[in-house]
């Protein structure tokens, strides 16, 4: 069957054919303009599909690499610091030994002791080092300053025991500092519970009494209101007694207030909001939350009815054995029937070495002082001990403890506790390069990290590479061969159609 091609269906098929090498021929000049294979999603959508899943890989495995040069700093700053304050305590030491000899004389020993405020000031300068305005020793607390002297000669930390992580690859964060109350004073971080009461959160700052409002995410509202004596138990009992959909509890982690919003219906957020306190804000739960609220860190203080299984965040503590030197007198104690802290009191203050235990003014270590004005009492672990260390009387753990006696032997010219003192500024070295070594470790597995990831930058663009990159010599071949069907096809075309006066006339 013979069909009859009309100059129209020529004209249409040959301007298609023309059009479509000419498009051809566009993409082909545009992938060697601009290097890149895909220039639009319809060029290759599984392409560009992939080639968005390597570059949000390679964007988030530098943004890694910055948290590990940008917290470097960190690691660096605090290495010397704990370098310099083991220099402190290595001379301190030196000072202790000189003051024992056979030339030393209590007018030497003023002499030493001023050495030792120097010592004590420089210590305490250091611990306060901030990197970018940032504490390095107030664990997560690094706003603001982590220790202090008081003039009784009592040391504060207002730090706390958490470390400060950053993310250096995926799913993994890595602590870049070692809290004060690791290395320089003991922290006994009572959990949160609730029999505390609310005057003892906040470090001992309490809870101002007043009224805030919690809003559910379906809109409904309520007014709670706390009274001063209240404990953390009345806080939670008002909240869940207030008909609104929200469950008050105490966090998992121990530490602040959790709000669990239970609202079938989503018209909002969960607010809380002040009625013209800081009630909310004092109890760690001001603010709007999508979905459940976990407060703030409370920080509770230690009191003598707080449990010992309470204290290290709730891990609690395993007490056995202390050292007490005080003058001529000198003896073990066990504190391993102890159940409150207020049951250590006791021990230590009826253990007839003329001393008084108490709690410290921040609520979180203890404190032991003689009661006679000639000599010093030094508290320490027997070896293989940590019970003086981790109640903050003394121990490795305790330098500033440590140094603040040793200057108080000095002061009173007491040999015993010059000879007492030690095995604690010897323990306290040990701790500091325990501190450096554990930093060297994050220091170390930063450094792999970051190694790790410069090879994987590499490699994820290798693939995205082969994915949007132009082959150029293949591009140029493919050009070039466009450019041959194109002139190939005008110059068909221009002699199959070849318009006359008899075409007009069909």
Do not use: C, W
């Amino acid at each position: 069957m013979v069909f009859r091609v009309t100059n129209q269906l020529m004209q249409r098929n040959s301007l298609q054919n023309i059009f479509r090498i000419t498009e051809d021929l566009f993409r082909t000049q545009q992938e060697i303009a601009s290097g890149q294979r895909i220039n639009k999603l319809s060029d290759d959508p599984a392409g560009v599909r992939d080639s968005l899943e390597l570059k949000t890989s390679i964007e988030e495995t530098r943004q890694f690499n910055r948290n590990i040069d940008f917290n470097r700093l960190f690691i660096n700053t605090g290495d010397a610091v704990l370098g310099g304050v083991t220099n402190n305590l290595v001379r301190a030491r030196e000072l202790a030994i000189d003051q024992l000899g056979a030339d030393s004389t209590a007018e030497t020993r003023q002499f030493a002791k001023s050495e030792i405020e120097q010592i004590i000031a420089s210590t305490l300068e250091e611990a306060n080092t901030t990197v970018n305005n940032q504490f390095i020793f107030g664990g997560t607390n690094n706003r603001t300053s982590p220790f202090n002297i008081t003039n009784s000669d009592e040391i504060q930390y207002f730090g706390n025991s958490q470390r400060f992580e950053v993310p250096i690859s995926r799913g993994f964060n890595l602590a870049v500092n070692r809290a004060g109350s690791e290395v320089f004073v003991a922290d006994l971080n009572p959990a949160l519970t609730g029999a505390v009461a609310l005057a003892d959160l906040n470090g001992g700052s309490g809870v101002a009494a007043g009224s805030f409002a919690i809003t559910d995410r379906s809109g409904t509202s309520a007014t709670i209101t706390v009274s001063a004596g209240n404990t953390v138990n009345d806080v939670i009992a008002a909240i869940n007694a207030s008909g609104i959909n929200v469950t008050a509890s105490i966090a998992g982690n121990g530490q602040g207030l959790q709000l669990t919003d239970s609202s079938g219906v989503i018209n909002g957020t969960l607010t809380v909001s002040e009625l013209g306190g800081t009630t909310a804000a004092d109890l760690g739960i001001l603010g709007r939350r999508d979905g459940n609220f976990t407060g703030l860190n409370l920080n509770p203080r230690a009191t003598a009815s707080t449990l010992i299984s309470d204290l290290n965040g709730g891990a609690g503590l395993s007490l056995g054995d202390i050292n007490i030197v005080n003058g001529a007198a000198s003896g073990t104690i066990s504190l391993s029937s102890a159940t409150t802290v207020g049951d250590v009191l006791t021990l230590i203050n009826g253990s007839g070495f003329n001393v008084t235990a108490s709690i410290n003014s921040l609520g979180n270590g203890l404190r032991v002082i003689s009661n006679s004005a000639t000599t010093t009492a030094v508290i320490s672990d027997p070896t293989g001990g940590t019970t003086a260390s981790d109640l903050g009387i003394g121990g490795g753990k305790n330098v500033f403890t440590t140094l603040l006696t040793l200057k108080e032997a000095l002061d009173k010219n007491d040999q015993f506790a010059l000879t007492a003192l030690l095995d604690n500024l010897k323990e306290g070295e040990t701790t500091l390069g325990e501190g450096r070594a554990g930093l060297g470790g994050v220091f170390r597995r930063m450094e792999d990290a970051q190694e790790f990831h410069d090879q994987d930058v590499v490699n994820l663009n290798e693939q995205l590479s082969n994915i949007i990159d132009t082959d150029l010599v293949e591009s140029a071949s493919n050009l070039a061969q466009l450019e041959i069907a194109l002139n190939a096809t005008l110059s068909t075309t221009a002699r199959i159609i070849q318009p006359s006066l008899l075409n007009f006339l069909q």
